[in-house]
């Protein structure tokens, strides 16, 4: 079994930063790529970024891209989301979620669909005022 804990979310006005943080225990998720996703009010929950186990490759949806960085540490068992420039669009409860296959390296298709993702944190609240 593994716990997902998410952290770091908060109030902050637009233009701000963040950082969350998506500690793992249980099991080490260092074989594993790891996503974060984010559910805004009345939206569907959508893919915001992706690591993959070696961290080699990283995916992003086009809205975040250059304003938001994955990075792991795996020392930690934690997965980090760097949030710059935010916008009040970026308003959403984040979750971050393990991929069910270990060593797995496919393409950002296999990355950004909720399917495959087997263990999910309990999300942290990001609210940004303009």
């Known amino acids: 079994q593994v716990q997902l804990v998410e952290s770091g979310g908060g109030l902050v006005q637009a233009g701000g930063s963040l950082r969350l943080s998506c500690a793992a225990s249980?099991?080490?998720?260092?074989?594993?790529?790891m996503g974060w996703f984010r559910h805004a009010p009345g939206k569907e929950r959508e893919f915001v970024a992706a690591?993959?186990?070696?961290?080699?490759?990283?995916y992003y949806i086009d809205s975040v891209r250059g304003r938001f960085t994955i990075s792991r540490d795996n020392a930690k068992n934690t997965v980090y989301l760097q949030i710059d420039s935010l916008k009040p669009e970026d308003t959403a409860v984040y979750y971050c979620a393990r991929h069910r296959l270990p060593y797995y390296s496919g393409s950002r298709g296999s990355y950004s669909d909720s399917g495959p993702y087997d263990y999910w944190g309990q999300g942290t609240q990001i609210t940004v005022s303009s």
């Open positions: 249980g099991r080490t998720v260092s074989p594993y790529g």
């Open positions: 690591i993959n186990w070696s961290a080699t490759s990283t």
